[in-house]
Nanobody, 113 residues
C-alpha cells in the first residue's frame, strides 16, 4: 500500500486548505483512515479518522473546523480545514490502518498570524 498526501501550503489565519490523500495497492475492508499531524518539537497527534462506512472522529482541537471525508471508489481521503489557526501549523500525514499501519509522506501546512 502507498499513500500520497498533497494540498499543504501557506495560508493566513482564518483561511482554508483542503488536503488530499491518494491510496494505491491492496486495500482491504474493514479499514480505518485518518490524518495525523506533527508540529515542530512536538509528538505526532491524531487529528481525525474515518471508517470505510463514513463514521468520523475528531480531536477536540479541530472539531467544528475540520471535516474528514473519503471516496472509496477513487481511493481518496480528504481533510477540509477551515478557520485555520497558527497552532494548526504542522506536517500532516495520512494513515491507513488495516491491521498494518501505512503512512503517507506528509504535507506541510503553515498558518501565519
Amino acid at each position: 500500500v502507498q499513500l500520497q498526501a498533497s494540498g499543504g501550503g501557506l495560508v493566513q489565519a482564518g483561511g482554508s486548505l483542503r488536503l488530499s490523500c491518494a491510496a494505491s495497492g491492496s486495500i482491504f475492508s474493514p479499514n480505518l483512515m485518518g490524518w495525523y499531524r506533527q508540529a515542530p518539537g512536538k509528538q505526532r497527534e491524531l487529528v481525525a479518522t474515518i471508517t470505510r462506512g463514513g463514521s468520523t472522529w475528531y480531536a477536540d482541537s479541530v472539531r467544528g473546523r475540520f471535516a474528514i471525508s473519503r471516496d472509496n471508489a477513487k481511493r481518496m481521503m480528504y481533510l477540509q480545514m477551515n478557520s485555520l489557526k497558527p497552532e494548526d501549523t504542522a506536517v500532516y500525514y495520512c494513515n491507513l490502518n488495516q491491521g498494518l499501519n501505512y503512512w503517507g509522506q506528509g504535507t506541510e501546512v503553515t498558518v501565519s498570524s
